[in-house]
């Protein structure tokens, strides 16, 4: 019987993963894992736009923000469900992103990211100032009896499992697009505009479809993100947040699929950690060693720990261990 110890390896994984919450009863380390899963599957949806076509976005908070306000406002006005809201907002917001970030495409490198905050900044003072969205205070989603219809639940458990299931969806779809005709034109426009356009590739079309995509990705983690917090205010929109999405792709990999997942799984236990064990030091210490931590890693590997891996000892040494493990399989 032929076994595939790498698939097999994976499958485990994904199994110990699953059943983490049965032995995991601190609802504190579930949280850790729901936030880590939301961040990643924010820094996936980012990566599109970010990451394969090269406009460094700085304004996707907006994004996920816009998908958490319409999620609220349509249940608590209109009583519809979050699952449909996922769908609503996905066309809405992607097609809203593609629209007003299409005239920006003009612009490279820190004049788009510019742009972008403004954009940014533009609707977090609209929501400042809109009575319908709860201005400043915000906008609370009512607590009652656990429904699955209205995504309310009495645990963290299921969260979890609905964010785990984000985030490999995410990653599923990424992946697919990066193998894709849309996925190679996306990495062609990153680098060289002028060559993708040389072999027929409109670089317009092909961002506004990137712009599209990961809008409504990043509005649909905002719909989870209304549930699980049931809170909303301006504040998810700020810049701040929008870096929060950036750093995994950054620290994993720019680029690479994988590198949101990896960046990801490393900085928001790290942060969690920091906050937990040197916060009662003094304020903003944890922050200060973060930081650090995160320029050290930008300067002694620009091109992330993907780039660090291909080039490694390490992946020869993985690579040598699974051929050998077909090699038996087949003998």
């Not at 979890?160 to 697919?176: D, E, P």
């Not at 040494?317 to 087949?330: D, E, H, L, P, Q």
Request: glycine letters at 10%; charged letters at 10%; a positive charge.
């Amino acid at each position: 019987m032929k076994l595939n110890k790498k698939l097999l390896m994976l499958v485990a994984l994904l199994l110990i993963i699953v059943l983490l919450p049965i032995f995991i009863t601190v609802p504190y380390i579930i949280s850790i894992f729901i936030t880590t899963f939301l961040t990643i599957s924010c820094s996936l949806a980012w990566n599109i736009l970010g990451g394969m076509t090269g406009q460094i976005s700085l304004g996707h908070a907006a994004f996920m923000a816009l998908g958490a306000y319409i999620t609220t406002m349509l249940l608590n006005y209109f009583n519809i469900s979050p699952w449909l809201s996922i769908i609503i907002v996905f066309f809405i917001v992607g097609s809203l992103g593609a629209v007003i970030l299409s005239p920006c495409f003009v612009l490279h490198g820190a004049y788009f990211s510019l742009v972008t905050i403004a954009f940014g900044e533009a609707f977090r003072n609209l929501f400042l100032n809109w009575e319908l969205a709860g201005k400043g205070q915000g906008l609370l989603l009512t607590y009652g009896k656990p429904s699955f219809a209205l995504m309310r639940f009495g645990s963290k458990a299921p969260y979890f499992y609905i964010s785990l299931v984000m985030m490999a969806g995410y990653y599923l779809v990424i992946k697919r697009i990066d193998h894709s005709k849309l996925g190679y034109g996306l990495k062609t426009i990153r680098e060289d505009e002028d060559t993708a356009k040389a072999v027929g590739i409109n670089p317009l079309k092909y961002k506004m479809i990137a712009t599209f995509i990961s809008s409504g990705m990043i509005a649909v983690c905002g719909v989870f993100y209304a549930c699980y917090v049931r809170y909303v205010n301006p504040d998810i929109m700020m810049t701040s947040k929008s870096v929060e999405y950036v750093l995994p792709a950054i620290i994993g990999g720019l680029g690479s699929v994988a590198g949101p997942l990896i960046g990801g799984a490393i900085l928001v236990p790290l942060s969690e950690y920091l906050n937990a064990s040197l916060s009662s030091i003094a304020n903003g210490f944890n922050l200060v060693v973060y930081s650090a931590i995160i320029i050290a890693v930008i300067v002694l590997q620009p091109s992330g720990i993907t780039g660090w891996y291909r080039h490694s000892k390490l992946k020869t040494r993985i690579n040598t261990y699974f051929s050998k493990g077909k090699t038996n399989n087949a003998k």
